[in-house]
């Protein structure tokens, strides 16, 4: 039996709105030994995977704005990133299976309980799209075929930025599924992020226009989900502050930041774009390899699964029972 | 489920720490040999549930400590818990619900098995499970686990954990039944002066709807390296799904603002403008149907929580005949 001894206190005084009870100042731990297990997921498959994927979800959309309102340059190479970032995407999580030879076994049931077997449909839906999109733009041959697929791509693409918020979250990973309801916006500006990003970073300056704005309302919404998240998390949210994911979601803030406001002030000079565009896909593979070590920290010690269940169970039993 | 649904209820007030279980569950399964190290904190080698360990017997030694809370027993000397742990098969199986391929599926005696042929070691059903049970086999990749002998149950056997345990610590049969047997031991056990004794996972209201296989313990859960209050994830998906649909949305508006906000492109040419004229058709039907799409997708998503336990019964029926013609 090992006395677990839970960590200092977090920064900064007590707000209203934060926990209501301090947690128990220690308990009683198996030898120190986690109470649940962390998924054996490798973090540049999946963490890349939730990255590739939104870059590409996100992609498309943007794609297909720019496609409508006559930035063909800018279209094109979208719908190119959106279809190479969603290859990559398929081939990460191929090779992330136990079994990569029984990967149709994905598409083998439909069911909404699972944001996995979701995900598989969504992107077998979506890749295809995508490819045709691309292709079509590249080789200039079927431009209606090419303006149908950008546009399926278009709906489907922010379903797939989003969806991965849910397929973490909905895990028994402390600092995961304590953020259940803020992963998902999280996740989908970050994806945001990333495809202003990438059109900054290939885009003509004279085309940029509405990247340089969504970059901006990417960042402003990723700061205010990242923040909620954190809030929500209570003593979890240390998980998101020290050591390595610490030191990723941090980065991520500064990339974040820096590559909205340098597309914002600077953002019509060619080196100032192509330098904030790479911020800005830096700072979104930073939040998703930061987030996803959180995770594994957090499913590490037994004292992020112990505390939070013990304050709610105690809570429980103040309000009485039934309560 | 066509038959009762069983279980198993592990009473560690008597257990020994023999680990016939373990012996018995490694043969009967012929699970491979999954390490041999001394891990030196105690008598416990086994360590934890895994891939290829099925149950674990946790030795706690509480000796007298200072400050009073949960040192060994009442007259202060020290105290050695013994527990063997096992797969719950909850009510509510989170491993289950989040598997994409239908490999996890429920069978007719309401425990929860893995189709070992359809596995494809996605992990998924990994971090899921709120106790950390089931495990993927490095050698091998697929996710293994507990299945409380379905090959023994099929021919009206116990499973081999159970036939094996010397003490009666681990008993198996109809979980009614031992939820029954279980009230009354913990009440005898209380009139000896055990004050400390406790049933988990008993209760069909706790956050996985009750366990398959529950417990009990001397101490705190967490001491056995159990959750103090596990629930299962997909509870919370509706809401997770509702948040999900918006925040594509807000993608898509997010967007549409920043293009709106920028005005048109320089050359919105003549070359673009077929493609265009059918994108825009094509864009606003179907922008349309998908937000009518979405509200279906939260609404429906609303009703998987309400809907999981009786779509489950349906389920675990065709799941488990799918799952007997395959053997």
Aim: proline share 5%; hydrophobic share 45%.
């Amino acid at each position: 039996m090992t006395r677990t001894e839970s960590g200092p206190a977090p920064k900064g005084g007590r707000r209203r709105g934060d926990q209501p009870m301090v947690p128990r100042a220690d308990f009683d731990s198996y030898y120190g030994r986690p109470v649940i297990k962390a998924p054996s997921w490798g973090a540049v498959d999946i963490a890349g995977y939730f990255f590739l994927g939104g870059l590409a979800g996100a992609g498309s959309t943007l794609a297909a704005g720019a496609h409508l309102t006559g930035r063909p340059r800018t279209a094109t190479a979208m719908k190119v990133s959106s279809l190479a970032a969603v290859s990559l995407s398929a081939a990460a999580l191929i090779h992330d299976l136990g079994r990569p030879s029984r990967f149709a076994n994905m598409l083998r049931v439909l069911k909404p309980t699972s944001p996995m077997s979701v995900g598989s449909w969504l992107l077998s839906g979506y890749g295809p799209a995508a490819g045709v999109a691309a292709a079509s733009a590249v080789t200039g041959r079927l431009p209606r075929t090419g303006a149908l697929a950008t546009g399926a791509a278009a709906l489907l693409g922010p379903a797939v930025a989003s969806y991965t918020g849910v397929l973490a979250a909905d895990t028994a990973v402390p600092a995961w599924h304590g953020a259940h309801r803020e992963l998902p916006h999280l996740f989908a500006a970050s994806a945001t992020a990333a495809a202003a990003g990438m059109a900054l970073a290939v885009g003509p300056t004279r085309e940029n226009g509405p990247a340089r704005y969504a970059a901006g309302l990417a960042a402003l919404a990723d700061l205010a989900s990242a923040t909620a998240a954190e809030r929500s998390l209570g003593m979890v949210a240390e998980t998101w502050r020290q050591g390595r994911a610490g030191f990723l979601l941090r980065t991520a803030r500064v990339l974040t930041v820096s590559g909205a406001v340098g597309a914002a002030v600077l953002g019509g000079r060619r080196p100032a774009a192509i330098a904030s565009g790479l911020a800005l896909l830096a700072g979104s593979a930073c939040t998703r390899f930061g987030v996803f070590a959180a995770g594994i920290a957090s499913a590490k010690d037994p004292r992020y699964t112990v505390l939070p269940q013990r304050e709610r169970a105690e809570a429980r039993a103040d309000t009485g029972p039934g309560g | 489920m066509s038959e009762e649904r069983v279980g198993f209820f592990t009473d560690t007030s008597v257990c020994i720490g023999c680990k016939a279980c373990e012996v018995a569950c490694k043969e009967w399964n012929a699970l491979p040999e999954d390490g041999l190290s001394l891990t030196g904190m105690s008598y416990d080698n086994t360590q934890a549930l895994g891939a290829s360990t099925w149950r674990h017997v946790a030795f706690i030694e509480q000796l007298p400590s200072g400050d009073g809370q949960s040192a060994a027993d009442g007259d202060g000397r020290m105290r050695w818990l013994m527990s063997s742990d096992v797969c719950k098969h909850c009510t509510h199986a989170a491993c289950l619900d989040v598997c994409p391929t239908g490999s996890l599926f429920r069978t007719e005696f309401g425990t929860v098995v893995v189709q070992e042929d359809i596995c494809n070691g996605c992990g998924y059903c990994v971090p899921a499970c709120p106790y950390g049970v089931i495990e993927q086999r490095p050698a091998d990749g697929r996710a293994f686990k507990c299945t409380m002998c379905y090959d023994r149950l099929g021919t009206g056997l116990e499973p081999a954990c159970a036939k094996a345990c010397p003490t009666d610590s681990i008993q198996f049969g109809p979980l009614d039944e031992l939820r029954e047997r279980a009230a009354l031991r913990v009440d005898q056990l209380h009139e000896a002066g055990v004050a400390d004794a406790r049933l988990y996972g008993h209760d069909l209201a706790d956050g996985v709807g009750g366990d398959g296989a529950f417990f009990l313990l001397l101490d705190e859960p967490e001491v056995y390296g159990l959750p103090p209050d596990p629930v299962v994830t997909t509870r919370d998906l509706p809401t997770m799904w509702r948040h999900a649909g918006a925040a594509a949305l807000s993608v898509l508006g997010g967007l549409a603002l920043s293009f709106a906000m920028a005005g048109r492109g320089a050359k919105a040419g003549r070359s673009v403008r077929a493609g265009r004229g059918a994108l825009v058709g094509w864009g606003v039907t179907v922008g349309r149907g998908a937000m009518a799409g979405w509200g279906v997708t939260a609404g429906r998503g609303a009703m998987v929580g309400r809907g999981a336990t009786v779509g489950r019964g349906a389920m675990v029926g065709r799941a488990a005949m799918a799952g007997r013609r395959r053997r």
